[in-house]
């Protein structure tokens, strides 16, 4: 194989980080972040999420979006794990200011797959300083 | 005087400035994302907390469902009110203020 | 652009997608095929009704690694597989199935 052939999904696997900072209805940020990184994992990239601010909401249960009319994407952080996305790191802080605990979180799991695919949770909640370093830590960081 | 808003307080001050600017005795009616101004404590709950006693608040509750929000968790005093009730409201009221 | 079954006229995407989901049905299924050249098997049937339960609980089409990896945990080993997945959908089987399921091109697809 030349090197000119040297796409995404053959060999340089690059740290990406989604930084989530926007609520999950009010505009189109949410479920657009969600769909480039799934993009992105499929091209197996090293891909985490970061839920501060109001992105925090869109981890929220029980969204329904029926009475509004417009695309419940909600189920979709479900398919995360399927892509191999397997951090998703939420802002302590965020979540307090807005009077949510870490139980107002969709419980989102992956399967590990070097321990029998057994399921693992993908949420970690951080402090702000821990996030500066893996902020620090990603190659590249991309904001929605 | 009807005012809604449309915007979470975390993000936009439209809320502080809606009742800044509102007179005593007048209906607020919180939509969209302005329904995170409505969750019982949090770091902005005392905008509202601090005006129940001369305000009448309200929430739309489609939008609540859509954001996972379930009515317990809303600051005691607020109201919820469904589509019809939104129409309602901007009917019996001679003038709507939307902040945005 | 549109495609004609038995009368009546969808609305598709200028790539052959179902504009909407809920015009989905059997006859139309097959119709999409036969426009590709392609009769539909049962183990064609596997894969789209797997992608029509996929859609339904999580939104969205999967991407071509995603199914195969899923369709391994569901069906085998056997049937996980590029090779076995390729053979059935020659366009791609993410694409070409997810087409004939009625649903969007897969997210994660350029």
Known sequence: MSDQEASPTSGIIKKFLYVN????????YA??????????????????MAYIDDGVFQLKTDQDTSEIG??????????????????????KESLEKRGLTQDDLMPLVYEDEDDDWAEKPMINLVSAAELQD?????DVVLNF | MLHTVNKSPFEKNSLQTCLRLSQPGS????????????????????NITEHLQDRQFYVLGPDLKARGIDKSRLIDGIEIVDYDGFVKLAVEEPKVQSWM | ???????????????????????????????????????????????????????????????????TKAIGKRL??????????????PYGPAKQACKYAGLPKPTGCV
């Open chain 1, 21 to 28: 900072r926007r609520a999950p209805h009010g505009s189109n």
């Open chain 3, 1 to 67: 652009m549109t495609i004609e079954v038995s009368g009546k006229s969808y609305e598709t995407d200028e790539e052959g997608y179902l504009a909407n989901l809920s015009d989905w049905n059997l006859e139309l299924a097959e119709a999409m095929a036969k426009q590709d050249g392609c009769d539909l098997t049962e183990n064609h049937w596997e894969v789209v009704n797997f992608l029509r339960e996929y859609y339904d609980e999580y939104q969205i089409a999967p991407a071509v690694r995603v199914l």
């Open chain 1, 134 to 138: 893996i902020i620090e830590q990603s």
């Open chain 3, 76 to 89: 085998g080993k056997d049937k996980g597989n590029s090779k076995y997945l390729y053979e059935l959908f």
């Open chain 2, 27 to 46: 209906s607020i009616l919180l939509i969209e994302d302005g329904i995170y101004g409505a969750l019982k404590g949090s770091d902005a709950a005392a």
């Open chain 1, 70 to 91: 417009t695309k419940n994407f909600s189920p979709t952080y479900r398919a995360l794990g399927d892509y191999d996305v397997k951090k998703i790191y939420v802002e």
């Open chain 1, 31 to 48: 479920q657009e972040g969600l769909e480039v990184a799934l993009v992105g994992a499929a091209f197996e990239q090293d891909v985490a």
